[in-house]
């Protein structure tokens, strides 16, 4: 992306962007801020929001239910319908329903997961936050009673036999995030899995939600776009919305997140009568001029401009407080309670911050998870938005690196999850690009990873590490060596000789470059 100035005219941005392949990214053209009151800030995020991102590293998986609430369901019945012949078709075995972010691909898979007859037994799993193929494949394996092999290698195998063994519903949300900007797998094992279930099939079924799609035969896709304009209209009654509601929907092509969004604004804002006349009071009145302008390209671009747009308007009516609280707690990867986000916003108690989450839940800007304890996280869209509203968070990280500290479990450990704050306190040392205490926070678990067979985890892990210090040049940091060692123990560990053996070429090389005699021999 170029930003190209205007020495006649600064309040003129002209931006130009390429798309390759089936990408998502359309030409904005050029935006007359004065007119459209749409800065440079808010364009920049436009083109970011029309790509997928990956998580720097492997996350915590989501899994066992959705989670999601269907109170306000509306429509959808001719997509629900597909979905249902699909699942009853004895030759597909892959399902795909692709969205922009905010069209109601998670919802319409919630719907599916809890109503769908003919599968006894189901799993929903959330790898929004990069989870492991190998994190994946054991907890369905474990849920469907069957056999957990010891050797990661073996998982791909195993799961595929398993599903051919019965009639079993997996669902995978939010699998964008395991896939590279040109669509190929960031994490190892996926893409097997995926292309050995589509030559194999069986009763089974596959669906999967995702912005992107992967580069993948054997899909039956459903493109989902927004709710239809008497769908949309029955929402926003049902929200007690009041107005001109079917122009509304059809301005914003019935997206539902933005419908929900604008709903919530309202009725925050103006309670006793939430209509959407009420728009320019919050400065939303060129909202129609803006959407129904020929300079704005593309269906996709529309709505994402009314979701930056409206996101702006609901963020700048938040209380300090809640700006601060949304900023920082955006710095952790997954849903968090009331101490996770007083530790990264010190001095405020924990009861007037869970106080102020859930009223960030009712402008739709966090969705409440109740699962034994109330834990609040964003949806996709909004937290990609807080993000770049945040910029650089090195302090957050860093106090979230201390929080993680503080509550770390001690060996002996049973389980992944018995590590997890040291995988995460490695995510935001990377974050900060403290490379050196990364490595630091994984050598204190590499051992257990190892003897519990997580060799995916260590390949992901490791080779950021090399990848970086690969970049910068840092070829006498010991820990350098040691991370291109502990990368060939993991391949080789997986079975995969040939790229084990290259990087403990790499690590012999360099060790005899700096007369290291103990990592020659």
Known sequence: MAEEPNPNHQEIIKLEGTAQDESKLTQIGRVDAENFHLNAQQVQFLVQLESSTKEESPGVLKAGNPGKSLAYWQGRKTEYTQIQQWLSDDNTFLIGIEGIGGTGKSTLATKIYDEIAGFPKRFWADVGNGASFSDLARQVLTEFDFYVPEQEAQLVEALVKCLRSGQFLLIIDNLESLLQPDRQWGSLFYGEFFQTWVESGGNSKVLVTTRERPELKGFQWLPLKGLQV????????????????????????????????????????????????????????????????????????????????????????????????????????????????????????????????????????????????????????????????????????????????????????????????????????????????????????????????????????????????????????????????????????????????????????????????????
Not at 417 to 442: G, K, M, P, R, T
Not at 444 to 464: H, K, P, S
């Open 230 to 521: 008497d769908e949309g209209v029955a929402l926003l009654t049902a929200l007690g919305i009041k107005g001109n509601l079917g122009e509304f929907v059809e301005l914003v092509d019935g997206h539902p997140l933005l419908l929900r969004l604008v709903a919530d604004l309202l009725k925050e804002e103006y309670s006793q009568d939430p209509d959407l006349g009420r728009l320019a009071d919050l400065g939303l009145g060129n909202l129609q001029q803006l959407l129904t302008d020929p300079q704005v390209v593309g269906i996709h671009r529309r709505e994402n401009v009314g979701m930056v747009l409206v996101l702006d308007a609901s963020f700048a009516r938040l209380s300090e407080l809640q700006k601060a609280l949304l900023l920082n707690i955006s710095v952790y990867r997954g849903a968090v309670d009331s101490t996770a986000a007083v530790a990264v916003l010190p001095g405020n108690a924990e009861l007037e911050i869970e106080t102020e989450l859930r009223n960030l839940v009712k402008r739709s800007l966090l969705v409440e998870k109740l699962n034994g304890k109330r834990r609040f996280g964003f949806q996709p869209v909004v937290l990609e938005y807080v993000r770049y509203k945040a910029g650089e968070q090195t302090e957050a990280h860093q106090r979230a690196i201390n929080y993680y500290r503080s509550i770390a479990k001690q060996p002996p450990w049973q389980t992944k999850d018995d590590v997890q704050e040291y995988l995460e306190i490695f995510h935001h040392c990377y974050q900060l690009q403290d490379y050196n205490s990364a490595f630091d926070s994984i050598e204190v678990c590499n051992e257990f990873l190892t003897l519990r067979g997580y060799y995916i985890d260590q390949v992901e892990l490791y080779g950021q590490l090399v990848s970086k210090w690969q970049e910068i040049g840092d070829r006498e940091n010991r820990k350098y060596i040691a991370s291109l060692t502990s990368l060939g123990n993991a391949y080789d560990s997986l079975g995969e000789y040939q790229r084990a053996i290259e990087f403990f070429q790499q690590s012999l090389e360099i060790s005899r470059e700096i007369g290291d005699r103990n990592g020659v021999g």
